[in-house]
Nanobody, 119 residues
Framework: QVQLVESGGGLVQPGGSLRLSCAASGSIFSINHMGWYRKERELVATITSIGMTNYAHSVKGRFTITRDNAKNAVYLEMNSLRPEDTAVYYC?????????????????WGQGTLVTVSS
């Protein structure tokens, strides 16, 4: 099994910043894609194992996704936050894990962390 644990959500005023973190644990062999989603699995940002990124149009230039492959972790730096960014943010990881002596794929989600942007 692979578990994802997010942290870093909270209340912030419009124009403020937050940094979300997500760490994956378990019998992981490799992680290809990691990403952040919000609301009904709306894409926010994704990053591949070699650092290729993709952003939703609404967050381009304000959010930055990074990852630490050694720690199986992904981060989301959110700047210039707006009230419409208010949502539960979910971390996602897709990769391969050990299933006994064999490898199998996984597609894991975290429990979500709430970001509230309000004055």
């Amino acid at each position: 099994q692979v578990q994802l644990v997010e942290s870093g959500g909270g209340l912030v005023q419009p124009g403020g910043s937050l940094r979300l973190s997500c760490a994956a644990s378990g019998s992981i062999f490799s992680i290809n894609h990691m990403g952040w989603y919000r609301k009904e699995r709306e894409l926010v940002a994704t990053i591949t194992s070699i650092g290729m990124t993709n952003y939703a149009h609404s967050v381009k230039g304000r959010f930055t996704i990074t990852r630490d492959n050694a720690k199986n972790a992904v981060y989301l730096e959110m700047n210039s936050l707006r009230p419409e960014d208010t949502a539960v943010y979910y971390c996602n990881a897709i990769g391969s894990r050990w299933n006994g002596p064999q490898l199998s794929t996984f597609d894991a989600w975290g429990q979500g962390t709430l970001v509230t942007v309000s004055s």
